[in-house]
């Protein structure tokens, strides 16, 4: 069964405490990418990878971090630096690097005690 | 600053009537156009996308228009379900290696029957 597998699907976080978002994919796509949904504030991303051992930044990586030592894996740490990690988190996946429509995971819904 | 924007956050249309979801653009360089549709706690799915180099993509219920001299783009949903009720994102990107899909901030679409 191909696809994006998003893990846990809920997640608590307590102050000062560093958690971690899995991201799993066997559509052998080489992108991959992590966005943060917020009410009324659509889509923003946090980092992306083309390559394994690769990554960039996004638009607000501030407080998390990433790391892609398989193809297929990609998770994301949210770290004490964040203040404010409350928020719906989704992992999306792309065959190519330019020009590509994403496919997303089912996503994490963070909360923080 | 917002790149892509969607300035009506919320849309009621009657079932069998047309819905019509707007979308405007600040970035020139921008030459892909998708749209997402999403419902709560779940992850984004594909509608429809359209290259700068076509004004129009139609495909079933639903077609895409691009109005490129006016950045401006927009989904025509003929006829409106109520299976249609979601979050629709317009999103866009350019033909430039490691770019990202940028998102508006979505419209939230209710079909009553």
């Known amino acids: 069964d191909g696809g994006i597998t998003q893990s846990p699907k809920y997640l608590f976080r307590k102050e000062g405490q560093n958690v971690t978002l899995s991201c799993e994919q066997n559509?052998?796509?080489?992108?991959m990418y992590w966005y943060r949904q917020d009410p009324g504030q659509g889509l923003r991303l946090i980092y992306y990878?083309?390559?394994?051992?690769?990554?960039q930044k996004g638009d607000i990586a501030e407080g998390y971090s990433v790391s892609r030592e398989k193809k297929e894996s990609f998770p994301l740490t949210v770290t004490s630096a964040q203040k404010n990690p409350t928020a719906f988190y989704l992992c999306?996946?792309?065959?190519?690097?330019?020009?590509?429509?994403?496919?997303f995971g089912s996503g994490t819904q963070l909360s923080v005690l | 600053d917002q790149q892509v924007k969607q300035n009506s956050p919320s849309l009621s249309v009657q079932e069998g009537r047309i819905s019509i979801l707007n979308c405007d653009y600040t970035n020139s360089m921008f030459d892909y156009f998708l749209w997402y549709k999403k419902y709560p706690a779940e992850g984004p799915t594909f509608l429809i996308s359209?290259?700068?180099?076509?004004d129009k993509n139609e495909d079933g219920r639903f077609t895409v228009f691009l109005n490129k001299s006016a950045k401006h783009l927009s989904l025509h949903i003929v006829p409106s379900q109520p299976g249609d009720s979601a979050v629709y994102f317009c999103?866009?990107?350019?033909?430039?290696?490691?770019?990202?899909?940028?998102f508006g901030k979505g419209t939230t679409l209710s079909v009553s029957s």
């Open positions: 990878s083309q390559i394994v051992n690769d990554f």
């Open positions: 999306a996946t792309a065959p190519g690097y330019a020009n590509e429509k994403l496919f």
């Open positions: 559509l052998n796509h080489d992108a």
């Open positions: 359209i290259s700068s180099i076509k």
């Open positions: 999103a866009a990107s350019s033909n430039q290696a490691g770019t990202a899909l940028i």
